[in-house]
């Protein structure tokens, strides 16, 4: 193994998922498990997605895409009321009729957005 792949991701697929090794003093390679991988891609969903009860941590706020004007105000919008990467969210009620709007807890603060708002904030589920 050259020193260039030591602790880089080596792809797994077409959607992101990489396998680490790290090497030890030893030189006996670690693998992490592919399953935690895949494992760690199905705890990241739309904040859109979410049921009532749900509650992860913010991993990226917007699609990043910055050409088009509407998204870049409403990722804008969603910083300043405190959607940032890293905070904790909560999913506390949802509307009766297609189950919009959604009431968040966003760390201390209750927060109402609808769907299509809520689905450019990407969060990872944690166990309730």
């Known amino acids: 193994m050259s020193s260039a792949a030591i602790g880089q991701g080596v792809p797994l697929d077409g ?13 006996r390679p670690l693998v992490r498990s592919p399953a935690r991988v895949s ?6 969903i739309k904040l859109s997605q ?30 300043e009321l405190g959607f940032v990467e890293g905070a904790e969210v ?3 009620h949802e509307g009766l009729f297609g189950r919009d709007p959604i009431a968040l807890k966003v760390d201390d603060m209750r927060v109402a957005l609808r769907r ?6 990407i969060i990872r589920r944690v166990a309730a």
């Open 90 to 92: 909560e999913l506390l």
């Open 39 to 44: 494992l760690d891609l199905t705890d990241t």
């Open 116 to 121: 299509r708002e809520a689905a450019s904030l």
């Open 50 to 79: 979410a049921r009532r009860g749900d509650r992860g941590v913010i991993v990226q706020v917007g699609g990043h895409c910055h050409h088009k004007e509407h998204e870049v105000e409403l990722e804008r919008r969603l910083l």
């Open 15 to 27: 959607r992101g998922a990489h396998l680490i090794i790290t090497v030890k003093e030893d030189a």
